[in-house]
């Protein structure tokens, strides 16, 4: 079994920066290849943020955050961070971390297999 748990979130004004991250346990090493986060704004569908690689080598970026978010592993730990920067109240949301096998990072939230429960983002104007 795999256990995914995000923190960082927090309140934060318009223009501020946060740093989610999420730590995997479980058999990590020999599951997934690929980790994501997806956000879920109030009274929107959920939506890919970024994904790397487990090696952290490749990324993906969604438009909306790209030059804003950077997503990168920590080698020295089954961590995935999620650098947030110049932060618009349109980044209010729960934000998600999920892991998955698919063999190059994807926007496409079918290739995830786990999930955490979220942590919050909120951000004033």
């Known amino acids: 079994q795999i256990q995914l748990v995000e923190s960082g979130g927090g309140l934060v004004q318009a223009g501020g920066s946060l740093r989610l991250s999420c730590s995997a346990s479980?058999?990590?090493?020999?599951?997934?290849?690929?980790m994501a986060w997806f956000r879920q704004g109030p009274g929107k569908e959920r939506e890919f943020v970024a994904a790397?690689?487990?090696?952290?080598?490749?990324?993906l970026v969604a438009d909306s955050v790209k030059g804003r978010f950077t997503v990168s592993r920590d080698r020295g730990k089954n961590t995935v961070h999620l650098e947030m920067g110049s932060l618009k109240p349109d980044d209010t949301a729960v934000y998600y971390c999920?892991?998955?096998?698919?063999?190059?990072?994807?926007?496409?939230?079918?290739?995830?297999?786990?999930w955490g429960q979220g942590t919050q983002v909120t951000v004033s104007s």
């Open positions: 790397c690689s487990w090696s952290g080598d490749n990324t």
């Open positions: 479980g058999r990590t090493n020999t599951y997934f290849t690929t």
């Open positions: 999920a892991a998955g096998r698919s063999l190059a990072p994807t926007r496409n939230d079918h290739h995830y297999d786990y």
